[in-house]
């Protein structure tokens, strides 16, 4: 396994536009979580998945913010209608939902957007 | 919700040993982790604590009292690689499911 992955790494839009980020989580982790990191800051808690469920959803993510997970395997994050104020890292996480790697979150290396 | 407080920077010499603090607040606390990031780079593990206690690995221990919502990671020997930005974050449970909520993170310098 090569770990959590993300695509893409880059992405850069115009104001206005739609993006969607994915996320592979780790084969066998049923937990899936998606951050959002800006300069200088921690990564801030957006949503989480447990296999295809959306349990919990930031009360700070606006609506043109959604997150998918249909059949328990990879995410995707959709953001419409982006602002400059979106622009950021999103990061996917993963961890198994018992034994020791359930105290652990695997990060992927994380999608960086840019809206112009 | 959740409130963590962390210093936003330090600097300490290489060598030396240097003490990141944690303040935590929760409603449904199911443990406190440390993860190191490196500028650029995703957030990598380091430490997990549900217990109160010190947990040792290596170079590094991390702390937890949760009557106090108190952490720290302890950082020995520092190498010039322990540049990093360190990142408290706890787990929460209230409501039934599981939310990691991180601090804002510690930037750590080692000099020479």
């Known amino acids: 396994d090569t770990g959590v992955s993300q695509d893409p790494r880059h992405k850069i839009t115009k104001r206005g536009q739609n993006v969607t980020f994915r996320c592979d989580p780790i084969s066998e982790h049923n937990r899936l979580y998606w951050y959002r990191q800006t300069l200088g800051q921690g990564p801030e808690f957006l949503t989480y998945f447990q296999n295809e469920a959306q349990l919990e959803k930031s009360r700070l993510l606006s609506d043109r913010f959604s997150a998918e997970r249909p059949k328990g395997s990879f995410s995707t994050l959709e953001i419409q209608r982006t602002e400059q104020g979106d622009s950021a890292m999103y990061l996917c996480a993963s961890s198994p939902l018992t034994g020791s790697g359930a105290n652990v979150l695997t990060f992927g290396a994380g999608s960086r957007l840019t809206v112009l | 919700g959740q409130n963590i407080d962390q210093p936003t920077e330090m600097t300490a010499t290489e060598g030396a040993i240097v003490q990141i603090n944690c303040t935590y607040q929760?409603?449904?606390?199911?443990?406190l982790f440390w993860y190191q990031q490196h500028a650029g780079e995703a957030p990598t593990f380091l430490s997990y604590?549900?217990?109160?206690g010190l947990e040792e690995k290596g170079r590094f221990s991390s702390f937890l009292s949760r009557s106090k919502g108190y952490s720290y990671l302890l950082l020995k020997e520092l190498q010039m690689k322990d540049s990093a930005s360190y990142l408290c974050?706890?787990?929460?449970?209230?409501?039934?499911?599981?939310?990691?909520?991180f601090g804002i993170g510690t930037k750590l310098q080692v000099i020479p």
């Open positions: 929760t409603s449904g606390f199911n443990g």
């Open positions: 604590n549900v217990l109160d």
């Open positions: 974050a706890v787990r929460d449970t209230a409501g039934g499911y599981q939310k990691v909520t």
